[in-house]
């Protein structure tokens, strides 16, 4: 038997329900796969909560990011059972068993663990994306990256450092933003008590910086127009503290200045991208310039209690669920 953790409307945590059901098979092109381990990431509370449209007709299983060993093989697939693979997909992750089409699963080299795996996929190549194409940062940029502490943020913070980008971020609280200290940041500023506008001015002595990064939304996103220098570049890529409305396009009038709201799932749609992407990733971990903290670790049955953390902003770094 296998098990799934399920919701069957949009809305609050108390819908979590486990389901139990027959280990399900694959078809071609497919495999089963048992899960060792998921990541969790924002993008569960949106599809979750109903703020992200309800992408099934019956019951959803949430989770976007997982790692596991390969169990039984569909017709046509070129991967032997026992080989251990990660993935990041929309949805279908909370579950012991899960089957997934085998081209969107990428081998996890033997020195990377598969809660590291689990916990790195969709988040690393979100950054892997946000800074080689959103806005590909270079040596002696100076940029501001939100959220600084959380799962994404303490993987951008080391990745950008590990470019030559000077990196200034945000987090609430003083122990978020020693932790993101630790991971790449050269200065971070408590958003819950300083004014992020003036202090990243301070920073850049008022010339402010080439790009944002902003995944927190409705509570930053038209403040961080006002850190940039001219033409310089809003990424917005998440909305955790809901979004933006009042946004208006002239407001980018004030210094000629871009926006792009990028996702994910475009770059991984692109022919060749996931694999070449994951092995950059993957590199990236080897070499040790970019480590993975997981904060917080929960039984996959207590997933709600996980989603809770996370929304409180009481999580740190990468959430893992162990099925
Ligand atoms: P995080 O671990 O970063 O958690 C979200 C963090 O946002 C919180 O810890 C908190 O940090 C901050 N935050 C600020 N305001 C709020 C609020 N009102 N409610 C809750 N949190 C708040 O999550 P992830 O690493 O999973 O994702 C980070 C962001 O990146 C999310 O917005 C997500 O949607 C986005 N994302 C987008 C992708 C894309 O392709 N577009 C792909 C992956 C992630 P603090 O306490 O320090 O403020």
């Given at each position: 038997m296998s098990y799934a953790m399920v919701v069957?409307?949009?809305?609050?945590?108390?819908?979590f329900r486990r389901v139990t059901r027959d280990i399900p098979q694959p078809g071609p092109g497919e495999v089963t796969l048992r899960q060792m381990a998921i990541g969790l990431n924002y993008i569960d509370v949106y599809f979750r909560s109903g703020l992200y449209p309800w992408p099934v007709s019956d019951d959803l299983i949430p989770g976007s990011e997982g790692a596991g060993v390969v169990e039984v093989v569909g017709e046509g697939v070129d991967l032997a059972p026992g080989t251990r693979v990660a993935y990041t997909l929309p949805n279908g992750a909370y579950a012991s068993h899960r089957v997934i089409a085998a081209d969107q699963l990428v081998p996890i080299p033997d020195d990377i663990s598969d809660e590291t795996a689990a916990a790195v996929m969709l988040k690393g190549l979100t950054v892997h994306y946000l800074i080689q194409h959103s806005f590909p940062a270079r040596e002696g940029d100076t940029v501001l990256f939100h959220a600084a502490a959380g799962g994404v943020g303490l993987l951008a913070g080391q990745w950008l450092n590990a470019l030559g980008v000077r990196v200034i971020g945000t987090a609430g609280g003083p122990q978020k933003c020693l932790l993101a200290k630790a991971h790449g940041y050269d200065h971070v500023i408590d958003y819950r008590t300083q004014d992020f506008v003036e202090e990243t001015l301070r920073l850049t002595e008022g010339k402010g910086v080439q790009a944002v990064y902003d995944s927190v939304g409705a509570v930053t996103l038209v403040k961080s127009?006002?850190?940039?220098?001219?033409?310089g570049t809003l990424v917005?890529?998440?909305?955790?503290?809901?979004?933006?409305?009042?946004?208006?396009?002239?407001?980018?009038a004030r210094g000629s200045l871009n926006l792009t709201r990028p996702t994910l799932f475009h770059h991984t749609a692109r022919p060749g991208w996931l694999h070449s992407a994951s092995a950059d990733l993957f590199a990236m971990l080897r070499s040790g310039a970019v480590k993975v903290e997981i904060g917080q670790r929960f039984a996959l049955e207590d997933v709600a209690k996980a989603h809770v953390a996370l929304e409180a902003r009481k999580t740190t770094g990468s959430t893992v669920l162990c099925p």
């Amino acid at each position: 038997m296998s098990y799934a953790m399920v919701v069957s409307a949009p809305g609050g945590v108390e819908n979590f329900r486990r389901v139990t059901r027959d280990i399900p098979q694959p078809g071609p092109g497919e495999v089963t796969l048992r899960q060792m381990a998921i990541g969790l990431n924002y993008i569960d509370v949106y599809f979750r909560s109903g703020l992200y449209p309800w992408p099934v007709s019956d019951d959803l299983i949430p989770g976007s990011e997982g790692a596991g060993v390969v169990e039984v093989v569909g017709e046509g697939v070129d991967l032997a059972p026992g080989t251990r693979v990660a993935y990041t997909l929309p949805n279908g992750a909370y579950a012991s068993h899960r089957v997934i089409a085998a081209d969107q699963l990428v081998p996890i080299p033997d020195d990377i663990s598969d809660e590291t795996a689990a916990a790195v996929m969709l988040k690393g190549l979100t950054v892997h994306y946000l800074i080689q194409h959103s806005f590909p940062a270079r040596e002696g940029d100076t940029v501001l990256f939100h959220a600084a502490a959380g799962g994404v943020g303490l993987l951008a913070g080391q990745w950008l450092n590990a470019l030559g980008v000077r990196v200034i971020g945000t987090a609430g609280g003083p122990q978020k933003c020693l932790l993101a200290k630790a991971h790449g940041y050269d200065h971070v500023i408590d958003y819950r008590t300083q004014d992020f506008v003036e202090e990243t001015l301070r920073l850049t002595e008022g010339k402010g910086v080439q790009a944002v990064y902003d995944s927190v939304g409705a509570v930053t996103l038209v403040k961080s127009l006002d850190v940039l220098e001219r033409f310089g570049t809003l990424v917005s890529f998440g909305q955790s503290s809901g979004p933006a409305l009042e946004f208006r396009v002239n407001d980018l009038a004030r210094g000629s200045l871009n926006l792009t709201r990028p996702t994910l799932f475009h770059h991984t749609a692109r022919p060749g991208w996931l694999h070449s992407a994951s092995a950059d990733l993957f590199a990236m971990l080897r070499s040790g310039a970019v480590k993975v903290e997981i904060g917080q670790r929960f039984a996959l049955e207590d997933v709600a209690k996980a989603h809770v953390a996370l929304e409180a902003r009481k999580t740190t770094g990468s959430t893992v669920l162990c099925p």
